[in-house]
C-alpha cells in the first residue's frame, strides 16, 4: 500500500540535517530487492503491502517454527546513530508472542560481535497487523566497523515484515539548546544537587557500598518535551583505595543497553570524565537512560551528572522516521468494535463524575469502553487498546495521559477528527500538563495549547475547584471561564469537532459543576 | 477456649500414670495485671506450681488440688517484668508428673516480642446461603477454624505481637470499611467480624495487635481522598501522581459490590461456587474484586502540611475504635520527603505547582513534627497505643541521607517498634549484612542505636518463595544475641525460623530480659577481653557478645561459629563446642555463674580460680554473671 499525505518538511530538514546524516542504509525500502538479508525461514519481498514505497521484506515462519532474519553489515567509522524501522507482525494464535531485536557492532572483518538487546512484547502493545516504528541510538565505537541487525522471532509470529530501515549519523557537537534537567532519582543515590540547572550539570552521587563488587546506579526521568536529545553524562570517582570500577553502562530503564564505557583508569582519582549518548523519546518503548557503575572490586563514592540538550522535536523526528511519506498516513487500524458502536471512552480516574456517561446513556449511545491501568514495566495504558473508529462518531478521552496513547494512535485519533469525528478531552491527574500533552500529536488537534507539565491550579468558585490553566488557540471559542482562565473551550479541527474542558472534578466546590444541570444539558446537546 | 485443647499436648509432662498440664491464660500481661494460670491433671491430684523467673528465682509457690474434672487455678501477678515459667508438679497416689510453661510481664509487648509475624485471616464471614453473617460471632467455620489456628500458631512460637494485613493498607483510605464483607484487592478479601474476632481472641491470650498501614492512598477510598485533596498528592516530575500503580478496570465492580450489599455479596459467593478457581478466568468478575486495587495503588503523599499527618492518626484512631487493636505498625511513615518505601529512597516529588519537596534537615524537621503530631494524637487517646515504624534509616553509618536523622529519630523515641527491611535480604552474596561478621557488626551497632533511644529493633522479613532457609539456630541465637528479633511467619515469602520456633522462642521468652532489656550495653570487643577469656576446642562467637546490666550482672553468649563465612542456605551446622573454660578477670571474678541454654537445664557453674568450665555447647548458651 502506498501512503499518501506527504508532509511539506524544507524547514524541518534543514534544522534535522544539522543534526543527523542523510540515510546511510541502502536500499532501505527493498525497492532493489533482498541486498543480502536473509533468513532461517522463508523470507521474500511483498507485493504492494509495504509501509513505503512498493515493496517490504516479509519473513515467515515456515511451519511454526521460531526464525531468525539477519541483515547485511552496514560499515561505518565509529560515532554515534540513530536506527529506526516499521514492522509488522501477524500472529498465529498465541497471545503473547516476541521479537527480539539485535543490534550487532563488528569489529574489523573479523567475527567479533557484541550485542545490544532489545525485546519487544506483544499483548498490550500488540498491534497485529498493523505498521508499527521502533528505533534505538548507540555507538560504533573506535574500532568498530560496521553494524548489523538480527530479529529473532518464536513461532507465536506466522510472519515478519520490515521496511523503511533507515541509519542516521548523529553528528555531535550540538549547540546549547532548549533544556529542562529534570530528573527522578531511584536507589543508589543519596544526595541530589542543581538538579533544576538550566543548561546546567545535575549531580547524583551515590554513595554505594558494594563490598564484594557487584552494580548500582540510577536510573532517570526526565521532564521534557519529547524529541531526540543529546545528553551528556560527567562521572568522576571521588575515592580512591578499594575501588574497582571497571565499567559504566547507559541504559534505557527498559534495558536497552545504549553504550558500555570501559573505565581502565577510574580508580579514585576524582578528575571528571565526560561522555555523551543520544536518545529518542518518548517513542515507545524506553526513556532517558540510566546508569549503573559494575565493578569486579568494591567503590564507596563516585558520581554522576548529566546535561540534556534538545536536538529536535518530537514531530521532526517524526517525521524523519515516516521518512517524508507522511506522519498522519501511518496510522493503525486497530480492533473492529461491534457493530453499532458509535463512541470510544478512554475511561480515566473519575470518569464516573464527569457526567460524560449519563449523557452518552441519554445520546443512546452504544459505547466501547477502554479503562486506563498501569501496564507491565509501569507504564500507563489502556486496555484494550484504542479500537479501530470505523463507524465511531465520537473519542472521549477522560483524563487520558499521553503515555497511555503511542504516537501512532494519536495521529489515529487527529485523522477521526480532520475527518469528521468529534473528540472530547477532560482533565485531572493525566491530562493537559500533567498527562503530558505538551508537544504532542494529541495536543496538535487540541483548541488549546499546554504550557507544560503542572497546568492544574486552585481556583475560588463555587462550581470547579481545580482547572488546568490552558491558552485558548486563536480560532477557538472560549464556552465558559473561570477566574479568566478558559474552563471549556472548542473549536474545528478537519471536519470535526474538539471540546477540551480545562475545568476537573477535582476538589470540593460549594455546587460541582459535574452535578448541574447545565452541565447535564451541555453534554447532552454535545453528544446527542 | 479452643486454642487450649489444641495445644495442651505439647505442654505435658507425664509418668506413665499421671499426665499434668499448666497453661497460663495470657502470654503477656501488663505490670500489675494478673494471670491465670490452668492446670489439668487427674480429679483430686495434689498440686505444687512454682513460678519462677530470672534465672532460677521462685517468685511464687501456690499449692493445691485438682477439682472433680482435673482442673485447679492459680491467679498470679507478676512482680516485675520479663520472662516466667510456671512449674507445676502434680502428685496422686505414687504417681508424680511435672510441667511447666512460659509466660511474661512487660509494659509494652514489643519488649518480650521474640519474633513478629502476621496472622493471615482473610475470607467472608457467610452463612450456608451465601448471605452476610450479621455482626458478632463468626458464622463461617472456615474462617473460624483460621482464626482459632492462627491464635494457636502464635501461642505455640511465644509470640507476643501480631500484625493486621487486609483491613486498612493505606491509612487514608478509611479503615472503616463500606461494608462488613468487604476486598481490599489481592487476597485481602475480609470480614469485620473475623477480624474483630482474631483480634479478641489474640488479647485474650495476651499477644497484641497492629494494624499495618503505609502512608499513602489507595483503593477506592484513598483515590477519592486524593479527588478531593489534590493538594495532598505528591506528584512525579512529570506531573503526574506519584503512585505505584492505576487501575480502572474493576473500580466499576467494586463499585456495584458496595452498592448493592449484601445482595451482591450473595452473588458473588454463587460466582465463586460456579468456578471456585476465577483467577484462571479472564474478566471474570471476582477476579477484579480480589485481583488489583481499584484507583490508586499507592499514591505518594505531600506530607508538609501537618495537617495530613493528622487526619492519617484520625483514621487510625477511627479504626481502633472499630476494631479494637492496640496499635499501627507504618510501612512508611508520614516523611517529607514523599516516602512509601523506605527501600526507595526517590528525592525528587513535587507538588501540584511543581514545587520540590525539601530534603535533609529540613525535610527531617518536617518529618519528626508530622510524627509527634499524630503519635502525639494516637497516644492522647490511648496512652498505650502501640506504634511501629518501617525505619531502616537506623542502619545508617553516618554517611549520606541517614546523617540528617536525629530529628525523626528522637521524635520516635521511645517505646517504638523500628523495622529494619533492609536486612531482609541477607542471603544474597552482594547484601552488606550476607557475612556473619558484617551482619554481627552492623546489628549489633544498629540495635545500640535503637537501645540507647529507647526503641526496639527488628529486622525482615525473612526468606523468599521457595527459598532454602539458612541454620535457623544460628540466625536466630546470633540475631538476638545482637538484641535483634525478626519478623517471620505469616506471610508465604517469610517462613525462615518454623522449624525452631517453638523450642528457641520458648526459651527467648523466659529469658527475654537477658536478650531485650533496653538498659544492657554491649562492650566493645576490647572491653569483653578485659573482663573474660573464652578457650575452646572449636570457635566460639562471643566478643561482640558480651553485655552488662551496670553492676547487677553480665550476659556473655557463646555460640558455635558457623562454617560458612556467609549466611548461606543449607549450611551444615556447627559442631558442638566442647572443653570450653571461661577466666573471668577485671573484676568479675563472680559469685555465680549460671548457663542457660535452649539446649541444656540450666547450670550452676562452680568457679574454680577465676575460671568456669562448660562441658559441651550444643549450639548457643546464655552465661549470667552475677557479681
Redesign the interface.
Known amino acids: 500500500m502506498r501512503y499518501l499525505l506527504p508532509f511539506l518538511l524544507v524547514s524541518l530538514c534543514i534544522r534535522g540535517g544539522e543534526v543527523w546524516s542523510d540515510n546511510l542504509w541502502p536500499n532501505s525500502s527493498f525497492e532493489e530487492g533482498l541486498s543480502g538479508w536473509t533468513t532461517d525461514g522463508g523470507v521474500d519481498l511483498t507485493d504492494g503491502l509495504a509501509f513505503h514505497e512498493l515493496s517490504a521484506l516479509r519473513a515467515s515462519n515456515g511451519g511454526a517454527l521460531n526464525f531468525r532474519v539477519v541483515s547485511p553489515v552496514i560499515e561505518q567509522p565509529s560515532g554515534w546513530y540513530l536506527l529506526s524501522f516499521w514492522y509488522r507482525v501477524e500472529l498465529s494464535g498465541a497471545e503473547r508472542p516476541s521479537l527480539l531485536v539485535y543490534v550487532d557492532r563488528h569489529a574489523g572483518t573479523g567475527a567479533r560481535q557484541r550485542r545490544d538487546s532489545i525485546y519487544f512484547y506483544y499483548g498490550h502493545h500488540a498491534d497485529p497487523g498493523q505498521w508499527q516504528l521502533t528505533f534505538l541510538t548507540f555507538r560504533l565505537r573506535p574500532g568498530d566497523s560496521g553494524v548489523g541487525l538480527r530479529f529473532a522471532v518464536d513461532s507465536h509470529l506466522s510472519s515478519l515484515d520490515i521496511d523503511l530501515v533507515q541509519l542516521r549519523r548523529l553528528d555531535p557537537p550540538v549547540g546549547e539548546g532548549e533544556v529542562t534537567c529534570?530528573?527522578?532519582?531511584?536507589?543508589g543515590?543519596?544526595?541530589?544537587a542543581d538538579?533544576?540547572g538550566a543548561n546546567g550539570f545535575a549531580e547524583q552521587v551515590s554513595?554505594g557500598?558494594?563490598?564484594?563488587?557487584?552494580k548500582t546506579g540510577g536510573s532517570s526521568?526526565?521532564?521534557n518535551p519529547p524529541g531526540l536529545y543529546r545528553i551528556t553524562f560527567r562521572f568522576r570517582q571521588m575515592e580512591p583505595g578499594e575501588a574497582t570500577v571497571t565499567r559504566i553502562r547507559l541504559a534505557t530503564d527498559s534495558g536497552v543497553t545504549i553504550d558500555d564505557i570501559t573505565v581502565d583508569d577510574f580508580a579514585g582519582d576524582g578528575e571528571w570524565r565526560e561522555f555523551s549518548v543520544w536518545s529518542l523519546y518518548p517513542f515507545g518503548t524506553g526513556s532517558f537512560p540510566g546508569w549503573e557503575w559494575l565493578g569486579t572490586g568494591s567503590y564507596r563514592f563516585a558520581s554522576a551528572t548529566y546535561r540534556l540538550m534538545r536536538a529536535v522535536t518530537h514531530r521532526e523526528a517524526w517525521e524523519l522516521l515516516a521518512s517524508g511519506v507522511g506522519a498522519d498516513a501511518a496510522v493503525p487500524a486497530g480492533e473492529p468494535l461491534p457493530e453499532g458502536t458509535t463512541t470510544w471512552l478512554g475511561?480515566?480516574?473519575?470518569?464516573?463524575?464527569t457526567g460524560v456517561l449519563p449523557a452518552l446513556e441519554t445520546a443512546g449511545r452504544k459505547v466501547a469502553v477502554s479503562?486506563?491501568?498501569?501496564s507491565r514495566g509501569?507504564g500507563?495504558s489502556l486496555?484494550p487498546r484504542l479500537p479501530s473508529l470505523q463507524g465511531v462518531k465520537t473519542v472521549v478521552l477522560a483524563n487520558i495521559?499521553l503515555r497511555a496513547l503511542s504516537p501512532l494512535e494519536q495521529l489515529a485519533i487527529q485523522a477521526f477528527v480532520r475527518g469528521g469525528g468529534m473528540l472530547v478531552v477532560t482533565g485531572g491527574?493525566?491530562a493537559y500538563?500533567?498527562?503530558?500533552y505538551a508537544g504532542s500529536f494529541l495536543e496538535e488537534s487540541l483548541p488549546v495549547t499546554v504550557r507544560g507539565?503542572?497546568?492544574?491550579v486552585?481556583v475560588e468558585d463555587r462550581a470547579c475547584s481545580?482547572l488546568h490553566d490552558l491558552s485558548p488557540r486563536e480560532q477557538a471559542t472560549t464556552v465558559w471561564q473561570i477566574e479568566e482562565r478558559p474552563a471549556l473551550v472548542e473549536w474545528s479541527f478537519g471536519k470535526g469537532r474538539v471540546v477540551a474542558v480545562a475545568a476537573t472534578?477535582?476538589?470540593?466546590p460549594e455546587e460541582p459543576f459535574w452535578e448541574a444541570t447545565a452541565w447535564g444539558d451541555y453534554l447532552d446537546g454535545l453528544l446527542r | 477456649m479452643r486454642v487450649l485443647s489444641i495445644l495442651l499436648f505439647v505442654l505435658s509432662s507425664s509418668s506413665q500414670a499421671l499426665e499434668v498440664r499448666v497453661w497460663p491464660e495470657k502470654l503477656w500481661v501488663k505490670p500489675g495485671e494478673a494471670v491465670v494460670l490452668r492446670v489439668t491433671s487427674e480429679p483430686g491430684a495434689v498440686i505444687d506450681c512454682r513460678v519462677v523467673h530470672q534465672v532460677d528465682t521462685v517468685a511464687a509457690s501456690f499449692e493445691g488440688m485438682t477439682d472433680g474434672e482435673g482442673q485447679a487455678s492459680f491467679s498470679f501477678t507478676p512482680p516485675a517484668d520479663w520472662g516466667y515459667e510456671a512449674v507445676v508438679t502434680a502428685v496422686l497416689g505414687e504417681a508424680r508428673a511435672t510441667a511447666s510453661e512460659v509466660f511474661s510481664c512487660a509494659a509494652s509487648p514489643f519488649m518480650v516480642a521474640v519474633d513478629y509475624s502476621v496472622p493471615e485471616v482473610y475470607g467472608h464471614d457467610v452463612l450456608p446461603d451465601g448471605s452476610p453473617a450479621p455482626e458478632g460471632e463468626v458464622q463461617n467455620p472456615q474462617l473460624a477454624a483460621r482464626i482459632d489456628q492462627q491464635v494457636a500458631r502464635f501461642r505455640h512460637q511465644y509470640l507476643t505481637v501480631g500484625e493486621l494485613m487486609g483491613p486498612a493498607f493505606c491509612s487514608f483510605s478509611s479503615i472503616v470499611p463500606p461494608v462488613p464483607n468487604y476486598y481490599k484487592a489481592a487476597h485481602y478479601n475480609y470480614s469485620v467480624n473475623a477480624i474483630r474476632q482474631l483480634i479478641r481472641e489474640l488479647h485474650d491470650n495476651g499477644i497484641a495487635t497492629l494494624i499495618y498501614v503505609n502512608a499513602c492512598a489507595s483503593g477506592i477510598a484513598g483515590?477519592e481522598f486524593?479527588?478531593?485533596?489534590?493538594?495532598y498528592?505528591a506528584?512525579?516530575?512529570?506531573?503526574?501522581?506519584f503512585?505505584g500503580?492505576?487501575?480502572?478496570?474493576p473500580?466499576?465492580i467494586h463499585?456495584w459490590y458496595i452498592e448493592n450489599y449484601p445482595d451482591s455479596m450473595k452473588q458473588v459467593q454463587g460466582w465463586y461456587k460456579e468456578n471456585p478457581r476465577p483467577e484462571a478466568v479472564t474478566n471474570y468478575k471476582p477476579k477484579s474484586l480480589h485481583g488489583?486495587y481499584p484507583?490508586f495503588?499507592n499514591a505518594w503523599l505531600d506530607f508538609r502540611d501537618p495537617k495530613l499527618s493528622e487526619i492519617g492518626a484520625e483514621k487510625i484512631i477511627e479504626g481502633q475504635e472499630y476494631y479494637g487493636y492496640m496499635g499501627v505498625r507504618y510501612d512508611g511513615e508520614y516523611r517529607v520527603p514523599s516516602i512509601g518505601d523506605p527501600?526507595?529512597?526517590?528525592?525528587?516529588f513535587?507538588d501540584?505547582?511543581?514545587v520540590?519537596q525539601p530534603?535533609g534537615h529540613e525535610a527531617e524537621e518536617m518529618t519528626a513534627r508530622n510524627l509527634n503530631l499524630a503519635f502525639g494524637k494516637m497516644r492522647e487517646h490511648d496512652p498505650d497505643f502501640l506504634i511501629g515504624l518501617n525505619y531502616a534509616d537506623f542502619r545508617n553509618d553516618g554517611?549520606?541521607?541517614g546523617s540528617v536523622k536525629a530529628p525523626v529519630t528522637g521524635s520516635v523515641s521511645p517505646g517504638v517498634w523500628i523495622l529494619d527491611e533492609v536486612a531482609k535480604g541477607a542471603l544474597n552474596?552482594?547484601h552488606?549484612d550476607?557475612h556473619w561478621e558484617?551482619f554481627i557488626r552492623n546489628m549489633s551497632e544498629q540495635n545500640d542505636r535503637t537501645r540507647q533511644v529507647g526503641n526496639y529493633l527488628f529486622a525482615g522479613w525473612g526468606g523468599g518463595p521457595g527459598q532454602k532457609v539458612v541454620d535457623t539456630r544460628q540466625v536466630k541465637a546470633v540475631s538476638w544475641a545482637c538484641g535483634l528479633r525478626w519478623i517471620c511467619g505469616g506471610y508465604s515469602k517469610a517462613q525462615w525460623f518454623a522449624d525452631v520456633k517453638h523450642e528457641y522462642n520458648r526459651f527467648a521468652l523466659r529469658y527475654s530480659q537477658y536478650l531485650f532489656d533496653n538498659r544492657l550495653r554491649r562492650l566493645s570487643p576490647e572491653e569483653a577481653a578485659a573482663v573474660i577469656t573464652v578457650e575452646s576446642g572449636s570457635p566460639l562467637l562471643w566478643e561482640h557478645f558480651v553485655q552488662r546490666l551496670g553492676d547487677e550482672y553480665m550476659v556473655v553468649h557463646l555460640i558455635n561459629a558457623p562454617l560458612e563465612k556467609g549466611l548461606t542456605a543449607d549450611a551444615q551446622p556447627p559442631l558442638p563446642a566442647e572443653g570450653v573454660r571461661i577466666t573471668l578477670t577485671g573484676g568479675m571474678g563472680g559469685s555465680s555463674v549460671k548457663l542457660v541454654s535452649p539446649e541444656l537445664p540450666v547450670q550452676a557453674l562452680e568457679i574454680a580460680e577465676g575460671a568456669v568450665s562448660v562441658p559441651r555447647i550444643e549450639n548457643w548458651g546464655m552465661l549470667i554473671v552475677t557479681p
Open positions: 529534570i530528573y527522578t532519582d531511584t536507589y543515590t543519596q544526595r541530589v538538579a533544576d554513595a557500598k558494594q563490598t564484594r563488587g557487584g526521568r526526565f521532564d475511561f480515566g480516574l473519575y470518569t464516573e463524575l479503562w486506563l491501568v498501569t509501569g500507563m486496555e495521559p491527574f493525566y500538563g500533567h498527562g503530558g507539565s503542572f497546568d492544574l486552585r481545580w472534578v477535582l476538589g470540593q | 483515590t486524593a479527588r478531593q485533596h489534590p493538594e498528592l506528584y512525579s516530575a512529570d506531573g503526574t501522581p503512585v500503580g492505576l487501575s480502572l478496570a473500580v466499576e463499585q488489583g484507583g495503588i527501600l526507595a529512597p526517590s528525592r525528587d513535587r501540584y505547582r511543581g520540590k530534603v554517611r549520606g541521607a552474596p552482594s552488606p550476607h558484617d
